[in-house]
């Protein structure tokens, strides 16, 4: 059985700083590409930023030079530094793996169950 469990969310003025991480867990035998989502009150999910198995990434245009996405391949953990945060970036952030189990049936995508950001004005 393989989790998501993301960590780090929480309450910060506009302008501050929040680190999300994402550990995920279980029988893995590799995972490829990692991403976070997120998604506010009556939006729909967006992605926010991707790090593909060879390391590299992209950003939604409005978190580009704020967010930072990196990954710890031995840990098998996903991180996002977010700086200068907005009150549009309030959301529930949600982490993806796209992960290989044990079985060795396929790359599956996973979720996690989601961690509250509220950034204040």
């Known amino acids: 059985q393989v989790q998501l469990v993301e960590s780090g969310g929480g309450l910060v003025q506009a302008g501050g700083s929040l680190r999300l991480s994402c550990a995920a867990s279980g029988s893995i035998r590799s995972i490829s590409d990692m991403a976070w989502y997120r998604q506010a009150p009556g939006k729909q999910r967006e992605l926010v930023a991707i790090?593909?198995?060879?390391?590299?990434?992209n950003y939604a245009d409005s978190v580009k030079g704020r967010f930072t996405i990196s990954k710890d391949n031995a840990k098998n953990t996903v991180s996002l530094q977010m700086n200068s945060l907005k009150p549009e970036d309030t959301a529930v952030y949600y982490c993806?793996?796209?992960?290989?189990?044990?079985?060795?049936?396929?790359?599956?995508?996973?979720w996690g169950q989601g961690t509250q950001v509220t950034v204040s004005s």
């Open positions: 790090i593909i198995s060879g390391g590299g990434t």
């Open positions: 993806y793996g796209q992960i290989l189990g044990a079985l060795g049936l396929g790359f599956r995508a996973y």
